[in-house]
């Protein structure tokens, strides 16, 4: 019975931290998939020095690509330290 009980919470635990993490990486992506293209026009002002493309264009173009790519790399490595965490990882062979 208190197996149970010590699963129960560590599940609860565990599902409470990846919630929070995926809510953390939900904010990043809404943040570069929306907010930032809202002000285009205004990062547009600024160049990126080596390259020469307005800051906006470039955000719009490439930097918001390039993020949801960092995302998904950085969300896998943290979830899998969640995981290891709470004894929920898979077996890595």
Do not use: C
């Not at 409470?16 to 293209?37: A, E, Q, S």
């Not at 949801?68 to 709470?86: G, M, Y």
């Amino acid at each position: 019975m208190a197996e149970s009980k010590e699963t129960e919470t560590k599940e609860v635990l565990h599902w409470r931290k990846t919630t929070r993490l995926m809510f953390t990486h939900l904010g990043v992506w809404l943040f570069f998939g929306f907010i930032i293209h809202m002000f285009v026009h205004t990062l547009n002002q600024y160049t990126i020095p080596v390259l020469g493309f307005p800051l906006g264009f470039y955000m719009a173009a490439q930097g918001s690509l390039i993020v949801f790519v960092l995302i998904l790399f950085i969300f896998a490595k943290q979830q899998n330290k969640i995981d290891r965490e709470f004894g929920f990882a898979e077996d890595e062979e």
